[in-house]
């Protein structure tokens, strides 16, 4: 019997990603599936407030304008069907243009949409229930602008087993987009932890488009043709394995190293990933390459999901409003930060006077001058620098005065100073966000496919395991140098990406060679991590083994100025951290450097 293959095409990882992916997997791709993700936490509360103006709202509108409007003949001439999230809060919105761009396209779709996400209408019930935030146990904030449970791939596959040719979705876990069609596709049960658990991986390894096929990927010079990079098509097996390719033809690379710097992107403990359908233990995959631009993945193990699903909800807090000013010429660093001092201690002075109270946070930082890099920052002037000063306040007043009082410092102060213009900063709402558990029971997972509603069944878990994302891995063997040493920096031994999950970060380090695993243990310790990072890291750091990538997995607490939408840095998506880490100095054998050819 010949294996059947499901190809799926990953063509967004974001809200504003290219808009070339879809044509490129479509016309070049040959993708039974087209999936999208376009939801992060910000994004919710934006579609909120579009939606709190317009009933009609509410949705990632990139999905109807440019996504579907540039392929939906192809899609329907070659049968390919779609699932996507971009149904944010108003799921039924985002059917309603596709089914009136369809029908403008002279083209038949099938369009379901899942619901049952949407947790604000109960709000009031829960905060009186006691519920509190999941990370600090504070209670819930007053006011909520948007709390959406992070539903699973079960009502997408159900939809999907109706007959839906487009299945459009508000929250859900990133990576169900790609489960739910496996599980249509091969039929795989709902206790299949280890079949779900693969789907799920090849489901996060797609989520964030090009980082699967290049992008972001430490050895930047070897991936060629940025400007045509391939996006990711998965090629998966009813075994749970799959191949990460990309289209024939096109730019970037899929190598061993590109897909697990992408599977331990975001990641928390590797051995305990929690998502609805299935708690994830990634750390015996095995990541091999089979063929150029052809990598296999397999080796993923599950077990039975949590009883609860995770809510996000996003809450005002203030206003934010951040300045960048070039400062050119002789010391320009310590010009920029003598300038944003000054903007800082006028503004408070007029503060005072009008009985404003002082902000609530500020941040500056001297873009050129490494100040993202605390004491390792290497020293020398430099004679082109960029202030940025970030801002937090409880009135939007305040900060208004402090919009007005950047333009100054053209004419006041440092010499070579210029605008980067755009006018006056924009004084913004501050959203933040928060996270609370909900069981299962309490919320009703639906699809609707022409005007019928059904419901989903969903199993609701078993023990509660949320616990085990603490659980700091038992260490392999670790190999003490003997004799003569060099140091070398990390990269060298090393790949490495960094992310994001509220105020945590992750950085993945994945050795080059398997024999250099057990001397990056040995020296990248969580306490050698901490102090390293220790400007930017205010909690503890853990760290995890994945032995089957020869990997760590670092899970830094407390590490991005309250994370995402609420933090003032210039790098609030630990995006640079990987790039930090990179530069550790690693005390290798001297006999090393002609053995591995380091140099």
């Not at 087993?161 to 599980?183: F, M, N, W, Y």
Request: net charge neutral.
């Amino acid at each position: 019997m010949i294996d059947k293959i499901v190809r799926i095409g990953g063509a967004s990882g974001f809200w504003g990603d290219s808009s070339v992916a879809c044509a490129q997997l479509v016309r070049r791709g040959q993708v039974d599936y087209l999936v999208f993700d376009y939801l992060a936490e910000l994004t919710m509360s934006i579609l909120s407030a579009a939606r709190a103006k317009s009933p009609d709202a509410g949705y990632a509108t990139d999905f109807i304008d440019v996504a579907m409007k540039s392929v939906l003949k192809d899609i329907a001439a070659k049968g390919i069907k779609v699932v996507s999230n971009a149904g944010g809060v108003n799921p039924a919105g985002c059917a309603a243009a596709l089914a009136k761009l369809a029908e403008e396209a002279g083209v038949r779709l099938r369009i379901a949409i899942v619901e049952g996400d949407d947790v604000l209408p109960r709000m009031a019930e829960l905060r009186a229930a006691g519920v509190r935030e999941m990370y600090s146990g504070a209670e819930l904030p007053p006011k909520i602008l948007s709390a959406n449970a992070y539903l699973g791939a079960l009502p997408i596959a159900r939809a999907l087993d109706a007959g839906a040719d487009v299945v459009i979705t508000g929250r859900c876990v990133d990576s169900a987009v790609a489960l739910g069609p496996l599980i249509h596709e091969f039929g795989w049960r709902e206790d299949d932890y280890d079949r779900l658990a693969a789907g799920s991986l090849a489901g996060h390894i797609a989520e964030c488009g090009c980082q699967a096929t290049g992008g972001l990927f430490t050895d930047w010079e070897a991936v060629p043709r940025w400007d045509d990079i391939g996006y990711p098509i998965l090629e998966c097996h009813a075994d749970g394995s799959f191949v990460v390719t990309k289209a024939p033809g096109t730019g970037g690379l899929v190598s061993r190293a590109v897909v697990a710097e992408q599977m331990l992107y975001e990641m928390g403990d590797p051995g305990a990933y929690l998502l609805p359908d299935v708690a994830c233990d990634f750390t015996g995959v095995q990541i091999e390459e089979i063929a150029p631009e052809r990598v296999r993945v397999s080796g993923a193990r599950g077990r039975a999901p949590t009883p609860t699903y995770k809510v996000c909800a996003t809450y005002p807090d203030g206003y934010r409003c951040t300045a960048i000013l070039n400062i050119i010429g002789i010391a320009a660093a310590q010009k920029a930060r003598r300038t944003a001092e000054a903007i800082l201690a006028r503004t408070r002075a007029i503060f005072r006077e009008l009985g404003l109270p002082d902000y609530s946070a500020s941040r500056i930082e001297v873009l050129g001058a490494e100040s993202v890099y605390g004491p390792h920052a290497r020293t020398g002037a430099t004679r082109e620098a960029v202030m940025r000063l970030a801002v937090a306040h409880a009135k939007r007043e305040a900060l208004e005065i402090f919009s007005r009082e950047i333009a100054p410092a053209g004419t006041s102060w440092s010499p070579g100073t210029t605008g980067m213009g755009g006018g006056r900063p924009k004084v913004a709402p501050a959203v933040k966000p928060c996270f609370f558990l909900l069981e299962k029971s309490q919320l009703q997972a639906s699809f609707t496919l022409a005007g019928a509603r059904e419901e989903v069944a969903v199993p609701l878990g078993g023990a509660d395991t949320v616990q085990a994302q603490t659980r700091a891995a038992a260490a392999g063997a670790t190999l003490a140098p003997q004799g003569a040493t060099q140091l070398l920096p990390l990269v060298r031994l090393a790949w490495g990406r960094s992310g994001d999950k509220g105020d945590t970060a992750n950085i993945g380090i994945i050795a080059r060679r398997p024999e250099y695993l057990p001397l990056l243990r040995a020296q990248l310790t969580p306490y050698a991590v901490k102090q390293y990072l220790a400007h930017l890291v205010q909690g503890k750091i853990e760290r995890y083994e994945v032995p089957g990538i020869h990997a760590l997995n670092f899970l830094l607490f407390e590490a991005l100025g309250g994370g995402g939408m609420a933090s003032l840095r210039v790098d609030p998506l630990a995006k640079g951290y990987a790039q930090m880490l990179l530069d550790f100095p690693v005390a290798v054998p001297e006999d090393w450097l002609k053995r591995y050819a380091l140099r």
